[in-house]
């Protein structure tokens, strides 16, 4: 943890435990993780009465300002709703600009959050389950076909945008591409944990593989990409097919047959750059 953080961050987690409207807290992100260094921030999540989520949330400033910090960003994530919120909160602590992100979200009746015992904060109404590691849904049968043919599907909009030689549309493709292989390489090593993608891709054992997952995040010009591709593709069946054997998955054999090669005749096409050095 970033240390310039770590007085504020003590401060709001003792405020919080003692008001009565949050009931639970538990650490996401990288902290209590082998992922933490001195440049962590925090990431906490805490579980409020349904009734007192929209007064708890309009008292977040307030409860940095009783921490002792004025926050300079108050930023609201986009998957913000009317149960959960996350913001971004930036602050200035010895001339250094701090981030920490605050997470709460409404208890739910019935229902229990999975936590493992690094993550756990303080548990007033029994809501945390401490276990040894948390399970997501990423290895069920049928999403697990769906993200093998997620990729083949980009695999063939990447022709479209060789032929318009368009590299912002390459680069974002290029990015679905590597979400979709990081999913199926977490169905075929389950102790992948979930997380962020950059993350998950550092999980990864093999520095060979890891090297060329790197690829998909290359230079985004036509040439860089249409050299990429074929071996982008061909490594993405083997993982692909190996995880589909692990978890007993009929593989789509007909996405595959149909745009990998169409896929690599396109890119061979493209020989020159678009933007040169």
């Known amino acids: 943890m970033n240390e310039l953080l770590r007085p504020v961050y003590e401060q709001t987690v003792a405020l919080l435990r003692r008001d009565p409207r949050v009931l639970a807290a538990f650490m996401t992100g990288s902290v209590g993780t082998g992922r933490e260094d001195d440049h962590s921030d925090v990431d906490p999540m805490f579980?409020?009465?349904?009734?007192?989520?929209?007064?708890?949330?309009?008292?977040?400033?307030?409860?940095?300002?009783?921490?002792?910090?004025?926050?300079?960003?108050?930023?609201?994530?986009?998957?913000?709703?009317?149960?959960?919120?996350?913001?971004?909160?930036?602050?200035?602590?010895?001339?250094?600009?701090?981030?920490?992100?605050?997470?709460?979200?409404?208890?739910?009746?019935?229902?229990?959050?999975?936590?493992?015992?690094?993550?756990?904060?303080?548990d007033k109404a029994g809501l945390l389950t401490v276990v040894s590691s948390v399970e997501d849904p990423v290895h069920a049968p049928e999403r697990l076909a769906w993200h093998v043919e997620l990729y083949w599907i980009y695999a063939y909009i990447h022709a479209k945008y060789l032929r318009r030689a368009d590299p912002f549309r390459l680069a974002a493709a290029q990015l679905e591409l590597l979400q979709a292989h990081l999913t199926v390489l977490r169905?075929?090593?389950?102790?992948?944990?979930?997380?962020?993608?950059?993350?998950?891709?550092?999980?990864?054992?093999?520095?060979?593989?890891?090297?060329?997952?790197?690829?998909?995040?290359?230079?985004?010009d036509v040439a860089a990409v249409a050299a990429a591709l074929p071996g982008q593709m061909e490594r993405f069946a083997r993982h692909a097919r190996a995880a589909c054997a692990r978890w007993q998955v009929a593989y789509p054999e007909a996405a595959e047959a149909a745009i990998r090669p169409y896929a690599a005749g396109v890119a061979a096409l493209q020989t020159e750059p678009l933007h040169p050095m």
């Open 47 to 122: 579980l409020v009465r349904p009734e007192s989520f929209a007064a708890l949330d309009g008292d977040l400033p307030g409860l940095f300002a009783r921490a002792g910090v004025e926050p300079i960003v108050w930023w609201p994530e986009r998957c913000n709703c009317e149960t959960f919120r996350n913001y971004a909160v930036f602050f200035v602590i010895d001339g250094k600009p701090v981030q920490y992100d605050i997470n709460i979200a409404a208890a739910r009746a019935g229902q229990a959050w999975a936590v493992r015992p690094e993550q756990f904060l303080f």
């Open 187 to 220: 169905a075929l090593h389950p102790e992948i944990a979930p997380d962020w993608w950059p993350n998950v891709a550092g999980q990864v054992d093999d520095p060979e593989e890891r090297e060329a997952l790197l690829s998909y995040c290359g230079a985004a």
